[in-house]
């Protein structure tokens, strides 16, 4: 069974930085696309980033473009998410989320495995 784990949820100032992580067990994580996604209060989750099974192609939404970033380690089964320059409107539940597909960048809808979400609040 595929499990997805995020951390590093918190309470930052506006113009902070964190950076929060997910780790994949129960797939071959070295072979699977990732990706960033979040949901504020009585909003549709927006799409965040993605980044490809090597590591060498990312994708970014437009609101975070040039602020976050994508990265991965295929040997700690890791994907990270660094967030700098944060604004009180990325306040929301992050997910990680695994796409078991091969082509990049993928749509939402072709990710099969979502972590629970943590938590992230800028305040103003």
């Known amino acids: 069974q595929v499990q997805v784990l995020e951390s590093g949820g918190g309470l930052v100032q506006a113009g902070g930085s964190l950076r929060l992580s997910c780790t994949v067990s129960g797939r071959t994580f070295s072979r699977t696309n990732m990706g960033w996604f979040r949901q504020a209060p009585e909003k549709e989750r927006e799409f965040v980033a993605t980044?490809?099974?090597?590591?060498?192609?990312?994708f970014y939404g437009d609101s975070v473009k040039g602020r976050f970033t994508i990265s991965r380690d295929n040997e700690k089964n890791m994907v990270y998410l660094q967030m700098n320059s944060l604004k009180p409107e990325d306040t929301a539940v992050y997910y990680c989320?695994?796409?078991?597909?091969?082509?990049?960048?993928?749509?939402?809808?072709?990710?099969?495995?979502w972590g629970q979400g943590t938590h992230v609040t800028v305040s103003s």
């Open positions: 989320a695994a796409d078991s597909g091969v082509a990049f960048p993928p749509s939402s809808e072709e990710f099969d495995y």
């Open positions: 980044i490809n099974w090597s590591g060498m192609r990312t």
